[in-house]
């Protein structure tokens, strides 16, 4: 099975989250700057099989589209046409940011680690993955 992996878009960086092979376990991979985007996704499924991505899809309280999902709708334009063979999914992604946050405050990790936006980032994108993979 090839793997499945997940992006936490942001104006200026992504998180990145992908699953083991067996598609089975959704674990951090990076962040990236999102300007830089396109080139590590190209770089990555050039050494790794990739099935799919999995992309959150920020809502309102009121499930409505997030101001952000503009910037993600340009971007997944570029992405379908530059990986037209592998599918693109959505993923509902209210609260991964405050869940990235608590789990690293259950985890022990100490304030300066936990400013680190970045982090944040790949957390978020791996809790969308998981959230993708709890749904089958």
Known sequence: MARILALDFGKVR??????????????????VDTKDLLKFLEDYVQKESVERFVVGLPKQMDNTASESEVLI?????????????????RQDERFTSKMAVQSMLDSGMKKKKRRDKALVDEISATLILQAYLNRF
């Open 14 to 31: 992504t998180g990145i989250a992908v699953t083991d092979e067996l598609q089975l376990i959704a674990s951090g991979l990076t962040t």
């Open 73 to 89: 709708q340009e971007f997944l334009n570029k992405l379908t046409a530059r990986f037209p063979s592998i599918q693109v999914e």
